[in-house]
């Protein structure tokens, strides 16, 4: 229900009496819509309800009068305020990432921590991982998301069952050198990243995460890649 709405600017609603906080905002638009809501948050632009349900933000006043699916832009700094806010609601626990699952790459002395979540078959991703071989002192753990076909499957089981992981995850993305392990293995990783990406809403490859948390979508150029890995710390 709640993806049906996104693409729409406005959607209105039924009648409804007005409510008096978030929680009950939160009920009341989880009734109306269907879905799982994670937060509701009183927002300081035109007494808007800032609503994070399903990995997107949506707004609505306390009667639930209008829904807005759109980008909240600041009136005075121009900055994209819905932006902003999902760089903070979809950040994660760097440490939490259950790193074993991941082919592990280690440059130099590696101090400087980031992870991938990459399809084999993504051209976004390949592009990204020419980019990122001219990266030096990084730890980049890539997680394989096989969700774009199932040779993506049958690619991301051959890349874990080879010898040498990180060369064979090298050889197809940065050229194009099929694996050729049988992927006959234990293979329970990639399901278990698959898993994962559900469970953080990726949506996506390759998708980015670094040692602050911050979640980056898409292949980004590498000297945005640079300057976050410069940023983050880690603590």
Same mark, same amino acid.
């Given at each position: +229900? ?8 406005? =959607?209105?609603?039924?009648? !409804? ?5 978030? =929680? ?23 007494? @808007? ?8 933000? @949506? #707004?609505? *006043? ?24 999902? %760089? ?13 699952? =991941? ?10 921590? +980031? ?8 051209? #976004? ?5 020419? *980019? +990122? ?10 997680? !394989? ?12 089981? %051959?890349? $874990? ?7 064979? $995850?090298?050889? $197809? +993305? ?6 050729? =392990? ?8 990639? %399901? ?38 410069? %940023?983050?710390?880690?603590?």
């Amino acid at each position: +229900m709640l993806k049906k709405l996104l693409p729409l600017a406005l =959607a209105a609603s039924l009648s !409804l009496p007005a409510f008096a906080d978030e =929680a009950s905002v939160k009920k009341a638009i989880e009734t109306k819509l269907g879905a799982k809501v994670t937060s509701v948050t009183r927002s300081p632009y035109l007494g @808007l309800y800032e609503v994070y349900a399903e990995g997107r933000i @949506l #707004y609505t *006043d306390e009667k639930l009068s209008a829904i807005i699916a759109g980008t909240l832009i600041d009136g005075k700094t121009m900055k994209n305020v819905t932006a902003e806010r999902m %760089q903070r609601l979809t950040a994660i626990k760097f440490s939490d990432l259950p790193v074993e699952l =991941a082919v592990r790459q280690v440059r130099g002395d590696g101090k400087r921590v +980031m992870a991938s979540f990459e399809d084999p078959n993504c051209g #976004y991703c390949k592009k990204l991982a020419k *980019d +990122m071989a001219k990266l030096d002192n990084v730890t980049i753990y890539t997680f !394989l998301l096989p969700i774009l076909s199932p040779d993506s499957l049958e690619k991301s089981n %051959q890349i $874990w069952c080879s010898s040498d992981k990180v060369k064979a $995850w090298n050889d $197809w +993305m940065q050229d194009n050198k099929a694996p050729v =392990a049988r992927g006959d293995c234990d293979t329970s990783a990639v %399901q278990k990243t698959v898993e994962l990406g559900l469970k953080l809403a990726i949506t996506g490859t390759p998708t980015l995460f670094f040692a602050d948390g911050e979640r980056i979508p898409g292949a980004v150029p590498i000297a945005q890649i640079e300057q976050k890995l410069g %940023q983050s710390t880690g603590k």
